[in-house]
Nanobody, 111 residues
Framework: QVQLVESGGGLVQAGGSLTLSCAAS????????VTWHRQAPGKQREMVAR???????NYADSVKGRFTISRDNAKNAVYLQMNSLAPEDTAVYYC?????WGRGTQVTVSS
């Protein structure tokens, strides 16, 4: 059974940092593209970061320069380092790979 489990969300003040983790079981991240998405209340889910199986990364313009996606193949995990957080980053953050979604982790940024 495939499971993606996000963790690391929480409440942080504007300008702060958080690191989200996505741990996988049942699939191997090292041979797959993994993406982080977020969904704010009343808005569509959007992709914020992508890491290809070749390690190439891509970011949404809204997070470029502030967020960093990385992968630890030994731990079969993908991370999202988020710096300089702003209230507009408040959302539920999800990881996705292949056809599988995690359940998400809430990130709330207070002004």
């Amino acid at each position: 059974q495939v499971q993606l489990v996000e963790s690391g969300g929480g409440l942080v003040q504007a300008g702060g940092s958080l690191t989200l983790s996505c741990a996988a079981s049942g699939i191997t991240f090292s041979v797959r593209t993994v993406t982080w998405h977020r969904q704010a209340p009343g808005k569509q889910r959007e992709m914020v970061a992508r890491i290809g199986l070749d390690g190439v990364t891509n970011y949404a313009d809204s997070v470029k320069g502030r967020f960093t996606i990385s992968r630890d193949n030994a731990k079969n995990a993908v991370y999202l380092q988020m710096n300089s957080l702003a209230p507009e980053d408040t959302a539920v953050y999800y990881c996705y790979s292949d056809q599988w979604w995690g359940r998400g982790t809430q990130v709330t940024v207070s002004s």
